[in-house]
């Protein structure tokens, strides 16, 4: 399986897996609360849920547009950064499946050329390789790091990794429904977690593609690659980053038929352009398999009202 957004690892749902798994994580110790992503509380109600947007995949399942009922919940004001998965990691000595397994997919453009080079490319979406050694620690494979990039999303994450580190933290992952009236601002059924303008008024504000995918990136937004999570202005919840930067991971199985056992995604990512998918856009969706990982995958927590925090 592959998609145009995020590839996916092959062998179907659940993939090749290594047979050591890490046990779940003990959660974080009142010490750790410091290296805690930040929550936003938000008061639930009815909102508008879906998109009829003339621009989706009708294979997406977008629609049709229904009032869903969403209970008080809080929601991390951005996406988990290197540095609040770094202390995970160091706390817990978790191992996530792109370690385990030795490799990840990474954009064939951020490869220098020998790497570049030996990487199998994913039939179809071509500008995706799979890189030995792509992690979390190392985004583009062997050589690279996370130098001037703690305040930027983890990537490289499965979707046990992010449930992992958001049991860690005493929370879980959004559902679905949590993932886009947050993402929504308060607005009622706006294109965008911001408005209907892409731009308004010139002003960028997410992290996605200008120029021609994907062979010319020209970087307006000022970035290529990811972003530090408040690069860009936050919606009305005060949140950053639901529309591109990373893919984020939810707590929902995708129900589509035909892909059994995928999991769902929101947001876009710094990768998505208008000549292909407009999945940046605050009703689209996409899935994928639960253990694979991209340079362009990440996540965020959330925590319900009455549960811990």
């Given at each position: 399986?592959?998609?145009?957004?995020?590839?996916?690892?092959?062998?179907?749902p659940g993939?090749?897996r290594?047979?050591?798994?890490?046990?779940?994580?003990?959660?974080?110790?009142a010490?750790?609360?410091s290296?805690?992503?930040?929550?936003?509380?938000l008061?639930?109600?009815?909102?508008?849920?879906?998109s009829e947007?003339?621009?989706?995949n009708?294979?997406?399942l977008?629609g049709?547009?229904?009032?869903?009922?969403?209970?008080?919940?809080?929601?991390?004001r951005?996406?988990?950064?290197?540095?609040?998965?770094?202390?995970?990691?160091?706390?817990?000595?978790?191992?996530t499946e792109?370690?385990r397994l030795?490799?990840?997919?990474?954009?064939?453009?951020f490869?220098?050329?020998?790497?570049r080079?030996v990487?199998?490319?994913?039939?179809?979406?071509?500008?995706?390789c799979?890189?030995?050694?792509?992690?979390?620690?190392?985004?583009e494979?062997p050589g690279?790091?996370?130098?001037?990039?703690?305040?930027?999303?983890?990537v490289?994450v499965?979707?046990q990794d992010?449930?992992?580190?958001?049991?860690w933290?005493?929370?879980?992952?959004?559902?679905?429904?949590?993932?886009?009236?947050a993402?929504?601002?308060?607005?009622?059924?706006?294109?965008?977690?911001?408005?209907?303008?892409l731009?308004?008024?010139?002003?960028?504000r997410c992290?996605?593609?200008?120029?021609?995918?994907?062979?010319?990136?020209?970087?307006?937004?000022?970035w290529?690659?990811?972003?530090?999570?408040?690069?860009?202005a936050?919606n009305?919840?005060?949140?950053?980053?639901?529309?591109?930067?990373?893919?984020e991971?939810?707590?929902?199985v995708?129900?589509?038929?035909?892909?059994?056992?995928?999991?769902?995604m929101r947001?876009?990512?710094y990768l998505c352009?208008?000549s292909?998918?407009?999945r940046?856009?605050?009703?689209?969706r996409t899935s994928?398999?639960?253990?694979?990982?991209s340079g362009?995958?990440?996540?965020?927590?959330?925590?319900?009202?009455?549960?811990p925090?």
């Amino acid at each position: 399986m592959s998609s145009c957004c995020s590839p996916g690892r092959p062998g179907g749902p659940g993939g090749p897996r290594d047979a050591a798994t890490p046990l779940p994580p003990t959660p974080a110790s009142a010490g750790a609360a410091s290296a805690l992503p930040a929550l936003v509380d938000l008061p639930g109600g009815t909102f508008a849920m879906g998109s009829e947007d003339p621009e989706a995949n009708p294979l997406d399942l977008e629609g049709p547009v229904r009032p869903v009922e969403v209970a008080p919940f809080a929601i991390g004001r951005t996406s988990v950064t290197n540095d609040e998965y770094a202390a995970f990691v160091d706390a817990t000595g978790w191992v996530t499946e792109s370690e385990r397994l030795g490799w990840s997919f990474v954009f064939a453009g951020f490869l220098p050329g020998p790497l570049r080079k030996v990487s199998p490319r994913v039939p179809g979406t071509p500008w995706w390789c799979g890189v030995d050694g792509a992690t979390w620690r190392s985004p583009e494979g062997p050589g690279s790091d996370l130098a001037g990039r703690g305040d930027h999303p983890v990537v490289h994450v499965s979707f046990q990794d992010a449930t992992a580190y958001a049991a860690w933290a005493g929370a879980r992952l959004p559902t679905e429904a949590e993932w886009e009236y947050a993402a929504r601002g308060g607005l009622e059924q706006a294109r965008y977690p911001w408005g209907d303008e892409l731009t308004p008024g010139g002003e960028h504000r997410c992290n996605i593609w200008q120029g021609t995918f994907p062979t010319r990136n020209t970087a307006d937004d000022g970035w290529r690659g990811t972003s530090p999570v408040t690069a860009f202005a936050p919606n009305g919840h005060g949140l950053h980053d639901m529309a591109g930067n990373v893919w984020e991971w939810v707590d929902e199985v995708w129900d589509r038929p035909g892909a059994p056992g995928q999991q769902v995604m929101r947001g876009g990512s710094y990768l998505c352009h208008a000549s292909y998918c407009t999945r940046y856009r605050v009703g689209a969706r996409t899935s994928n398999t639960p253990d694979s990982a991209s340079g362009n995958q990440g996540f965020r927590i959330a925590a319900s009202a009455t549960g811990p925090r």
